[in-house]
């Protein structure tokens, strides 16, 4: 899976490490002082990630905890992201790693117990926050080689008044399923029309494989959560959303759904310079992106509106509370 494998010198002989190691297949192991003195030193092309990936295992220091853009959850309580990766190994078309990182190599912060303590502070200052993981990764895809969600869901555990999402596009729920659900973890899944997955989440699980997790987990008693984002305007995907959302509405009650965000497909400058060269025949189509309100390249305001309009209403004709529904990012 790996070319070389660069371990921190700090943590090589821990027995976390040793774990994942064990677990993964690499050429090369070397090992180094920090992380950040090689990985993105040296730009490397994003479609490199195909067959030329390398692997760091470090420390995150300095900023682990950030508080989210406005719009980015639901309701009035603070939001955080926590970074305990970067880069991701799946390759979705319009992911915002490609424009952010100077290298698609991956990152796997093992300092878990640091990472927890932070959390832990903001929380103390911030009852009531949301903390997301996988801001800079998926939360799920590797976490059977990462072992780290009994670790977090241990701290939610006895911290009732946090909120942990773990925001997926994989149906790797191995690590859950053997965890009790608790009322503030919530496992949330993006979700597109299957034929557009197929082109646009390269690598990521098959919208059915995505909801068969749901439906498994539902009946486990974890909370779950949807991100219906990005939409993405192609040919008959008004059709497109009915059949997903009904396809939904097979595997979980709508309405047990704690919440449902909506979102359409924006770049920012620098990825949408790299999405128009990394994917030059993509199904998303651009000719009629306009910069707008943020400086990001997105639909014009009234076909996104339209677009967010009609999935609320699908969505409230299948039994969404309207309350538990939000727009991300608008
Ligand atoms: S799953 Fe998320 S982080 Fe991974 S490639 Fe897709 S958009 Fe990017």
Redesign the pocket.
Known sequence: MFNKVFVEKDLVNKSHTQDVLKKIRFNELITIDRYDNIFEKVKKPYLQKRDNLNLFLAKKRGEIVKEAPDAYGLGKEKHFYFIHAYN?I???EY?Y?QGYFNSPDIVWFLNHDEIIKKIDGTSKTHPNSWFHAGEF??SLAVSHFTNEIPTYHEYFKGNSTAKLELRT?SSNTRALESLEPLSNLFVTFSLSPKEVAKSI?KK?SPIKQRLKAIKRLHLLGFKIGIHLDPIVIENCWEKSYQELIEDLSNHIPISEISFISIGVVRFTKDVFLQFSKNYPSSNIRTSTFVKSFDNKFRYPKPIRSNALRLVRELLTHYGANPTNIYECME
């Open positions: 991701c799946y390759e979705c992911c790693l990764s998926d596009k989440d990521a």
